[in-house]
């Protein structure tokens, strides 16, 4: 209601509840005016639609639309036939209960229609699933098929239902669409044989003719020519322009496809209908003995030939009567009339049970068939619900009305009851149970009228029946006079022998009045006897139930002619049929459309006052609308109201603790509502004024701008806030994946350390026993780690002593290593010195073979290198210089001579040539000594820097031996030996004799003490001192 009320500027009011003047018929006509000319059809009354039939295509039944109202709140969109369907089946849905949409309303006014979209909506829009699009398909196009056999052109429609249909849809526990059941109520027989001036015959036979391949129309025995059969021709319109027979035809044939209708059924359904053509065609005439005959057989040829049945014994059958009398059985022949009563009986029968027949078949293909195993299985799954919807007659007056509108009427009288009891009484029920104080509604109960027509015994059924059972002859009119007799005193029944002379005009002799909720309606009793026995003479029965047409073996059971009870009358089937139709419908919560006919001409645009007066009169909308309204325009649960309109208090926003009933209080304290203006029921509010409402309508939706701001806002940091905390939850995912995986590396990696560690702890427990599984990986882990670490110390030089200590196993390895190491760094050593070096190492090499391990200090001279002489060229004197020009002084060094005999010290220099030895004082050489002559070098062990050159004795050139004192002893002596080329060095311990002069020989001793010197002792000798070396 609330969104209807913020568009109530727009056209009129959507919501017949908010008019102001809600008690006067003309502001109630005056909406509905106002809306109409602006193509808006539809208003509600609370959650009654009202609907008026625009006769023209408005566009508001597409797509767009039902997925506009789809799951929408029922008052936030304008009223629509969409919205109370989708009210419905979420209501459904929510509550798991069935549902009713009750659309009623006079011929014309739209409610096949509205059925029809509601069916479309569900089509649409209910969830669907693949198997079950056939369910939907059959569901929609089981429409086609029973509008085509019970839809006629009439007066007041086109299409005009003449049977009652109440459908049920089935949804399973998901809401989808899943099967379907339709149950159909009292169709028009009586159409047939006969129709008035300007209708026609059931859409199916002109379909039939318009539409049906040559082929059919050949094997059926039929002309395409409507004209030329009597049953379609009385009304002289079998060709209508609003109607195209050959396109709806295309549409019934597609859709028997889709229902489950076989060849056979088809070849048999179009034989029933055809013979009814045949037999309408059928001419009597009156034989000279005053019966009937038929002269052209022609057509009963036909007709046996459709249906199976014995020509001769259906042409007897039509012109003949049984009577059984005792034992035997009498034919006796029918006069013409009656011939025409039994031929147009067998047609009406025919066709009745044929339409029963196809709505069984409907329902057959419509029923969700679940396999049993399944249902076990799944029981609480195939939970069904339903939602009802009851197309029927609305409310007829003719001119001339006869049995059918009396049973349409009595109908409508039901259904009014039914209206009665679930709304109006209701309504008032709920002031009462709410508490709230208010003056009760007048309304008209119809149950008297009810009564009248179906009480037992007493009621005009009853008496119908008895009148019809009587034994006697009983006639239309002596029903009528029964009528008057038992009914006569009854407020709503008059006839015109009852009436005042004022009714007498009014009524005719073989007419009563009934004085219906809507509105007076005469009827004629013609007629009524016969259709209310709808009597098919048992002959004809006979040939029926013999037929070899297998829809009318299916129709007409052998066993109802065993059955020698009369069937139950058509106005107690009917009766019947509607009480069963009430138990349906008041199981089911209801939702109402009323349908309302806006003129007689179908015309678009045109609003015909008079006429929709009287609908609003009988359709009960003002009564329904002023006790809806009851002083209280506006009713809501609290916690409804609470809930929308809470924004509008400080103490109620965004949430109210306190009761709902609390809250509201508190809230319209708040916005000011004058005590006048509501009432606080025991669990709903009651608003007495439209205006007040408005206000507070107003009032919200212009505080609803600045929430849906503030819940935008909020609703955006919600998304944020859950897009973060999603983000968060998943880095922290990650992180944790993340840690376990390097958890579980680190793990893995420690317990192979472990592992390598036991495995080394083991191979070094092992390390010397011979190579086993658990010292293998040790010894060649050892082997490795020692040969890569000995990369790292290797000696550098051949000086270099040092070694990496090898493991016990690989010591000999080592040694082979150091060895090959050695070798190499010797070789790369020896590659790398220079000639002159050589030469040096060379002069080491003599020394080494003349002194090593003889004499001290050679050790500590090995690090002292050679020098190529001592004494500069330029420090030798010229002259010696001279005197030697002819050799090459290859060293030089200074020494000190001691005198053979005296011992005495003399600086001189010691030069060597290629062939002698020169001692060198200044300018003069002082001793040469060829290298030839010389007898040997002596020196001492000692550390002494004393050398002796040993001349021979019986060289006369020379004076004696030289002995000589000089720094670098070993250098001088090693190049001396070298120059010599022999082994000349000897070196001697204690003392030696040198040669003085010839026979004369000195002697030097060689000692050791404390300080270094040299002198000659008292026996003469001279005696060297040398320090002793700590070793
Ligand atoms: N909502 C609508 N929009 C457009 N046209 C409509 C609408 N409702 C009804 N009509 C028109 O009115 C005609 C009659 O409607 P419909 O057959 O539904 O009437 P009815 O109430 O079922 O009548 P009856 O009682 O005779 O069966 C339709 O054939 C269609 O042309
Ligand atoms: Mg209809």
């Not at 390097?742 to 190579?771: D, M, S, Y």
């Not at 053979?900 to 040469?928: P, S």
């Amino acid at each position: 209601m609330e969104g209807t009320l913020t568009a109530r500027d727009k056209v009129g009011v959507q919501d017949f509840v908010l008019l102001d003047a809600h008690t006067s018929e003309s502001a109630f006509l005056d909406n509905l005016r106002k809306r109409f000319s602006k193509n808006l059809i539809y208003t509600y009354i609370g959650t009654l639609l009202v609907s008026v039939n625009p006769y023209q295509e408005l566009g508001i039944y597409t797509v767009s639309q039902m997925e506009l109202y789809q799951g929408v709140n029922f008052f936030e969109l304008p009223p629509h036939i969409y919205a109370i369907a989708d009210n419905a089946y979420r209501m459904m849905c929510s509550e798991l209960n069935n549902h009713l949409i009750l659309i009623s309303g006079e011929s014309g006014a739209g409610k096949t229609e509205a059925s029809k979209k509601i069916l479309q909506y569900f089509a649409m829009t209910c969830p669907m699933t693949k198997s079950l699009q056939i369910a939907r398909d059959r569901l929609l196009l089981s429409n086609p098929v029973l509008e085509a056999f019970g839809n006629a052109k009439t007066l007041r429609n086109d299409n005009s239902s003449r049977f009652g249909k109440y459908m049920d849809i089935q949804f399973d526990f998901k809401g989808i669409p899943v099967g379907g059941h339709i149950i159909s109520y009292l169709i028009e027989k009586s159409r047939v044989v006969y129709q008035n001036q300007g209708e026609r015959n059931f859409h199916i036979f002109y379909q039939l003719l318009e539409g049906g391949e040559e082929e059919l129309l050949a094997y059926l025995g039929l002309e395409r020519d409507p004209q030329l059969y009597k049953y379609l021709s009385q009304g002289h319109c079998a060709e209508e322009s609003s109607i195209n027979d050959k396109n709806d035809w295309k549409t019934v044939s597609n859709a028997f496809s889709v229902i489950d209708f076989t060849e056979d059924d088809l070849e048999n359904l179009f034989g029933i209908i055809a013979s009814v053509l045949h037999l309408g065609n059928i001419c009597f005439e009156e034989n000279h003995h005053g019966c009937a005959a038929i002269p052209h057989t022609h057509e009963i040829k036909w007709i046996a030939k459709l249906l199976g049945v014995h020509s001769s014994i259906l042409l007897e059958a039509l012109t003949h009567r049984k009577i059984e009398a005792k034992t035997e059985e009498v034919i006796c022949p029918l006069t013409l009339e009656l011939s025409v009563y039994a031929r147009d009986a067998m047609a009406k029968a025919v066709y009745g049970r044929t339409f029963t027949w196809l709505v069984n078949k409907i329902n057959s293909s419509l029923a969700n068939k679940v396999s049993p195993h399944v249902l076990d299985d799944l029981l609480s799954l195939t939970w069904k619900t339903v939602i009802g919807l009851l197309d029927i007659y609305g409310f007829e007056v003719f001119d001339k009305n006869g049995f059918e509108q009396f049973c349409i009427n009595y109908c409508n009288e039901k259904l009014q009851q039914l209206l009665i009891e679930r709304t109006l009484k209701a309504e008032q029920a709920e002031y009462e149970m709410e508490g709230i104080e208010w003056e009760p509604i007048q309304y008209f109960n119809n149950k008297i009228i009810c009564d009248l027509v179906e009480e037992r015994h007493k009621g005009i059924i009853s008496i119908l029946n008895e009148e019809c059972i009587r034994p006697g002859p009983a006639t239309d009119l002596s029903f009528l006079e029964k009528l008057e007799e038992k009914v006569g005193k009854h407020a709503h029944f008059q006839t015109r022998k009852l009436a005042g002379p004022k009714g007498r005009k009014r009524i005719g002799w073989m007419e009563f009045l009934l004085l219906h909720y809507a509105g007076e309606v005469t009827y004629c009793t013609k007629g009524f006897l016969e259709k209310n026995n709808d009597l098919l003479y048992r002959h004809l029965k006979e040939v029926l139930c013999r037929s070899k047409n297998s829809i009318l073996k299916e129709c007409f059971l052998v066993a109802e002619l065993e059955n020698w009870r009369r069937p139950p009358t058509v106005g107690t089937q009917f009766k019947n049929s509607l009480s069963s139709l009430l138990e349906i419908l008041i199981s089911k919560e209801p939702s109402y459309i009323r349908c309302i006919k806006p003129n007689e001409r179908k015309e678009p645009s045109k609003f015909d006052d008079f006429l929709i007066r009287h609908q609003v009169k009988y359709l009960g909308l003002m009564e329904h609308l002023r006790v809806r309204r009851a002083g209280f325009a506006y009713r809501r649960k609290y916690e409804h109201f609470l809930q929308r309109y809470k924004s509008l208090c400080p103490d109620t926003w965004p949430h109210w603790q306190g009761p709902p009933e609390e809250g509201v209080e508190r809230l319209i304290k708040y916005i000011g509502y004058k005590p006048e203006e509501y009432k606080l029921g025991r669990t709903k509010i009651f608003i007495r004024f439209p205006r007040t409402l408005f206000a507070t309508e107003d009032a919200f939706e212009f505080s609803k701008h600045q929430l849906v701001a503030r819940i935008q806002a909020i609703y955006k940091g919600c998304l944020e806030r859950r897009a973060f905390v999603k983000r968060k939850q998943a880095a922290i995912k990650l992180e944790a994946y993340w840690r376990g995986a390097l958890a579980r590396k680190e793990a893995k990696r420690r317990k192979w350390a472990v592992q390598i560690i036991r495995k080394f702890i083991g191979g070094f427990i092992h390390r010397n026993e011979p190579v086993c599984a658990d010292n293998k990986e040790f010894i060649v882990f050892v082997r490795k780690n020692y040969i890569l670490n000995l990369r790292y110390h290797v000696p550098k030089n051949v000086l270099d002593k040092s070694w990496l200590t090898p493991p016990g196993i690989l010591e000999n390895a080592s040694d082979l290593l150091r060895k090959m190491c050695t070798r190499n760094l010797v070789r790369k050593y020896c590659r790398g010195i220079t000639a002159e070096r050589r030469a040096l190492m060379q002069q080491k090499v003599v020394t080494s073979e003349i002194f090593r391990g003889k004499k001290e200090g050679y050790a500590e001279s090995l690090n002292q290198p050679f020098a190529n002489s001592r004494i500069d060229e330029g420090d030798i004197n010229p002259k010696v210089l001279q005197l030697l020009s002819n050799e090459k002084i290859q060293y030089g060094i200074p020494v000190i001579k001691y005198d053979r005999k005296g011992f005495k010290a003399r600086q001189r220099q010691l030069l060597l040539t290629q062939k002698a030895a020169y001692v060198v004082e200044h300018a003069k050489i002082k001793q040469k000594i060829e290298y030839s002559t010389l007898k040997g070098v002596s020196t001492s062990n000692l550390s002494d820097r004393i050398l002796v050159m040993h001349v021979s004795p019986e060289d006369n050139k020379q004076k004696g031996d030289a002995i000589l004192q000089c720094e670098h002893v070993f250098e001088a002596v090693t190049k001396l030996a070298m120059l010599v080329k022999e082994d000349v060095v000897n070196v001697v311990q204690g003392s030696l004799q040198f040669y003085i002069s010839p026979g004369k020989e000195g002697t030097i001793v060689f000692n050791t003490g404390a300080e270094q010197k040299i002198y000659k002792d008292k026996n003469g000798q001279l005696t060297v001192v040398s320090v002793r070396k700590k070793s």
